[in-house]
């Protein structure tokens, strides 16, 4: 092929960012799959990596396929551009979800409360480091947080790009199925199929993306016998879910051999202390809320004219008749009905449904009972996981009984998205935090007291007993507490070190996102940095040998219940053992 003929293709293929240097008629991101042959980007000039984005991995989970199991999608022959991320999963516009162009930008302020993405959304990422490696490297398979019903891969903070340089590891990152069309208990829906009948499709899909990494990531420089599934928030809910899962209890070959598990949880109301909060609910709360998306979708398109009338109606007919009339519906009108009906009658909410084959009945008690995929386990909080939920201080008179949040999320996104971090402060906190709360570091009634009650209760407690329940059965698990908060004022009191503001170190991406203008300076940069080095290094450690512990950390790290505090000032990482 001349080389002539071989840029125009790639011209046509790729694009120019696509473009490689052609070697044998092929250029050095082309890769065969399982499905077809897929073209990436060669960025190892800027980034040190080569990648491609929106590979699939399932079909199209619509039509009939909504609901469903997901399959393998149809092959395909002629060498496929993987150079752009995949739409987002289907989702109800949130502060931490995608704007109108499926990427962190001023359209996110403007579309809060629509609908945005698609339903053919069941794609992965992958990030190769370009040096040259005389072995497979080991690889990590992120899964995105956003409490189940918003998120999507394409977020900044989630380029897989430093990360996979740094740790010298293959990251691939996946998207999976949000809200009612991730999470669904319904009889209506049932084929027979224990993993269907589940009602957790979400975790079906992840279980395929992790399917196909066995089947290719050798394609792209990764070992699928090293591979760390990481997730954050609800993706580390996910990530445990899985770890306790009956069926991926026994599998061999494993799908994966370690965990990295950040702010997040697996408990009943079982197994945790009087007072917590749990984030496994009983499967009788997910059937009442499976039937409750049927009963008013009913009212809502005028079949029913009240909840008596729905329950007639559905008991009228066949159930694959509610099947066939649920998946006729568009996704608009469906999250339309779960916002306008189900959030005000409290049958909202996404989480893993305890079916007990795809996740265990009571995940702690499988963990305690050796019932899990075994491997070292890292897990990670932030120091003020619940600065980011201050309107959940209003749920109990214990926590202050009013929303530690003064303005909506719309102000929130315009003042986080135009702020200018090195000019003087133009919000105060009295702006942010009611009265009440005031001063924040008042001694039991301040918003620092308060959400760090709400802290034991919550991510507190499902962090203590995840971990002593893996505790009881191996050695290898660590834990790290993030505590930077070298924010510009005033948000180095509203937020801190809240929930998910580790990300940003883990992936080393300080670029525009959510929060980086109330947070990044350039008097914090270089402490950021240094701390954000050895945050990768450690997962890097840890996808490589299985403990997080590496020279540049200058301390030991125990195992737990100690924890490494990552931590550092304007200047230097201040790392210590709690």
């Not at 002629?78 to 999963?89: G, Q």
């Not at 009265?435 to 959400?451: C, E, H, V, Y």
Request: hydrophobic share 40%; glycine share 10%; charged share 20%.
């Amino acid at each position: 092929m001349s080389r002539l003929r071989a840029s125009a293709l790639c011209l046509l293929l790729a694009g120019l960012a696509g473009c490689a240097a052609m070697q044998g008629g092929t250029t050095i991101t082309q890769r065969n799959t399982t499905h077809g042959p897929v073209l990436g980007v060669d960025d190892s000039q800027a980034t040190g990596t080569y990648h491609w984005k929106g590979i699939p991995f399932a079909a199209p989970p619509v039509g009939e396929r909504r609901w469903r199991a997901p399959a393998d999608p149809v092959a395909w022959r002629t060498l496929r551009p993987a150079t752009a991320f995949a739409p987002a999963c289907v989702q109800t516009g949130r502060l931490y979800g995608p704007g109108l162009n499926n990427r962190y930008d001023a359209t996110i302020g403007s579309t809060l409360g629509q609908t945005l993405g698609s339903e053919d959304c069941l794609y992965l990422n992958i990030w190769q480091p370009a040096a040259a490696s005389s072995r497979p490297r080991p690889v990590i398979v992120w899964v995105h947080g956003g409490s189940n019903i918003t998120g999507y891969a394409a977020d900044p903070v989630y380029d897989g790009a430093a990360l996979a340089r740094t740790a010298d590891a293959v990251v691939v990152s996946v998207q999976y199925r949000l809200g009612i069309f991730g999470f669904l208990d319904l009889d209506a829906l049932k084929t027979g199929q224990a993993d269907e009948d589940s009602g957790n499709f979400a975790l079906l899909d992840i279980v395929k993306a992790l399917g196909f990494v066995q089947s290719n990531i050798a394609q792209f420089g990764g070992d699928p016998a090293q591979v760390t599934l990481m997730g954050e928030s609800a993706g580390a809910v996910n990530v445990y879910a899985l770890l306790a899962s009956p069926m991926l209890a026994q599998r061999e070959p494993k799908l994966f051999h370690r965990v990295i598990a950040l702010s997040g949880g697996i408990s009943s109301a079982a197994t945790l202390p009087p007072g917590s909060i749990a984030g496994v609910l009983p499967r009788s709360v997910w059937r009442q809320r499976g039937q409750g998306l049927l009963e008013h979708s009913l009212i809502a398109d005028g079949s029913a004219k009240d909840e008596a009338a729905a329950k007639a109606a559905v008991s009228s007919r066949r159930p694959e008749d509610w099947a066939t009339y649920l998946r006729a519906r568009s996704a608009d009108e469906l999250l339309t009905t779960v916002q306008k009906r189900l959030v005000p009658a409290r049958l909202s909410g996404s989480n893993p449904i305890p079916d007990g084959h795809v996740v265990a009945t009571d995940p702690i008690a499988a963990i305690r009972a050796g019932r899990y995929v075994k491997g070292p386990v890292l897990a990670g909080n932030t120091r003020d996981e619940t600065k980011l939920f201050p309107t959940l201080l209003a749920i109990r008179h214990s926590l202050g009984g009013v929303s530690g949040r003064l303005i909506d999320d719309a102000a929130v996104f315009r003042i986080a998205h135009t702020y200018d971090p090195e000019a003087a402060p133009t919000t105060r906190i009295e702006d942010w935090i009611p009265q009440s709360l005031l001063p924040t570091d008042a001694p039991g009634t301040g918003f620092d007291a308060r959400s760090r009650e709400l802290d034991r209760i919550w991510f507190g407690a499902i962090r203590d007993d995840v971990l002593g329940a893996l505790r009881s059965q191996q050695p290898q698990v660590w834990h790290y507490r993030f505590d930077w908060d070298e924010l510009p004022v005033p948000f180095d009191r509203i937020f801190g070190a809240a929930h998910a503001f580790d990300l940003p170190f883990v992936f080393g991406n300080f670029g525009p996102s959510l929060f980086a203008n109330i947070s990044f300076t350039r008097a914090n940069r270089p402490g950021r940095e240094a701390l954000s080095t050895a945050m990768m290094k450690s997962v890097g450690a840890f996808a490589h040998h299985g403990d997080p512990n590496h020279p540049g950390l200058g301390t030991a790290w125990p195992q737990w219940p100690a924890s490494l505090v990552f931590d550092a000032d304007l200047q230097r990482a201040r790392l210590g053992v709690k």
